[in-house]
């Protein structure tokens, strides 16, 4: 087994402005994009906690998706708090691929 050992803070600093972006556009339309270096946070400590057994393919990958799901948590929580129903085909802040695709054919 290999030694989950990582420098923590190199990968933040390598990687924080993709993490902190892929944050902000889902945060972005609920309007809580303030949230965006909370959640960022979030998936660093989720991390530390837990780190991967072995060094993961791509790191970047790995960092961003654990802040997009931390960002996507705090519009769930939020949702709840609102009482909004929350799906997973309309998340704030995120166009969908049509919406995407229609708008750069303009």
């Known amino acids: 087994m290999a030694d989950p050992s990582y420098d923590w803070a190199a990968l933040y600093?390598?990687?924080?402005?993709?993490?902190?972006?892929?944050?902000?556009?889902?945060?972005?339309?609920s309007g809580r994009w303030d949230l965006a270096a909370d959640a960022v946070q979030e998936a660093m400590v989720s991390l530390m906690k837990a780190p991967p057994t072995e060094p993961p393919r791509s790191w970047e990958a790995l960092l961003?998706?654990?802040?997009?799901?931390?960002?996507?948590?705090?519009?769930r929580s939020a949702?709840?708090?609102?009482?909004?129903?929350y799906t997973e085909e309309c998340v704030p802040g995120v166009a969908a691929p049509d919406e995407d695709r229609q708008r750069r054919d303009r």
């Open 64 to 75: 961003v998706a654990t802040s997009k799901r931390r960002a996507l948590d705090i519009v």
């Open 79 to 85: 949702a709840v708090v609102r009482g909004v129903e």
């Open 13 to 29: 600093q390598k990687h924080r402005d993709a993490m902190c972006g892929v944050a902000y556009e889902v945060l972005r339309g």
